[in-house]
């Protein structure tokens, strides 16, 4: 008998082993009844059978034992898509949903082989069934893994935003001691939870906007007129403030006003000039040089160090990366590695774009922003 016509025949059995193998995937399926532990196993099931009684060439043959099947656009979802979708929500793991799949490939294949003693089974059905059940994990582990990914997404979101008042509170009220003037001892404290409160709300900050890109609303701007040249010096102010040690020079040429979120270009150059601080070669001063163009504002954080390799560079901008040798997405000096990522994330959502180089005389971040959107 060839497997397709069994799969159709011995579906209620098959279901039943599928049923039986998903209730031992504890603790998600301890309250699970029939239905939802059997949820679209058919539907997958059909299309496996419904694909081995389709001819194909060996070049679809290969692409889809690798999972990469072409999917039509505007197609609905396929069971093992809308299984994926339920089992996440459900709480299952990754690796209980290819386990899943696993008892089902092996169940099936030790059934048909049973039914057909004493001939042998067709090798051809072995090869499409398993080129089948390939396909279909791939797309229940994509499905999968985008569904935990905006779940945790959601998640993060939501604490970053109701960490924000808590945190307010205490800034406020260690503001509110440094004021009071009650002593050096109260003083000095006051003003270190004002920096630690400073820079969690850093931290905060750019993990919300992470958060915000990830789940495709991108950066949130709100431009009105704008003087590029006055919010970049404000800026660079503070972080000499920060930096008395660093030297960090301002060069401005031509108009620079235009139509942009005054605060998110200011966030944009901290990002960039931070990053040159803390990379570039200590003694030798950051460079800001401001150009306006008649269409376009131009700028370029330049500093002096080690030469960033072409890999690195063309990998720069990711979320979660870090500079020359460290490893980690984090640590103690309060970076996420997301600096640069949300520094081509503001640019992008002015309408602009920014771009990185680097060579034996320097290393260059330069962004380009149209005065208007």
Known sequence: MRLADFILRDMETILVQWETFAATLLPAAVDMKSLALRDHAQQILQAVAKDLSTAQTREAQAEKSMGRA?????????????HALLRARGGFDINQLAAEYRALRASV???WMDECQPEA??????????????????????????????????????????MRSPLQTIVMTAQYLAALNAGEQVSVAASRLIRSGARMQALLNDMLD???T????????????????KLLADELDQLRAAHPDRQIDLAVEGDCRGVWDGRRLQQLLGNLVLNAIKYGAPDAPVRVVVIGEERNVRFEVRNQGPVIDQTTLHRIFDPLQRGLHHEDSYNADG?????LYIAREIAKAHGGEIEARSDEAETAFAVRLPRLQ
């Open 335 to 339: 970076n996420l590695g997301l600096g």
């Open 70 to 82: 072409p999917i039509l656009i505007g197609a609905p979802e396929t069971g093992a898509q809308t």
């Open 214 to 229: 990830r789940l495709g609303l991108g950066i949130n701007i709100a431009p009105t007129d704008a003087d590029l040249e």
């Open 210 to 212: 992470f958060n915000r």
């Open 109 to 111: 294949l030790r059934l």
């Open 121 to 162: 089974p067709h090798p051809d059905d072995v090869i499409r069934f398993n080129e089948a059940i390939d396909q279909a994990l791939a797309e229940s582990v994509g499905y999968f893994s985008a569904q935990v990914d905006q779940a945790r997404n959601l998640l993060l979101g939501m604490l970053g935003h109701d």
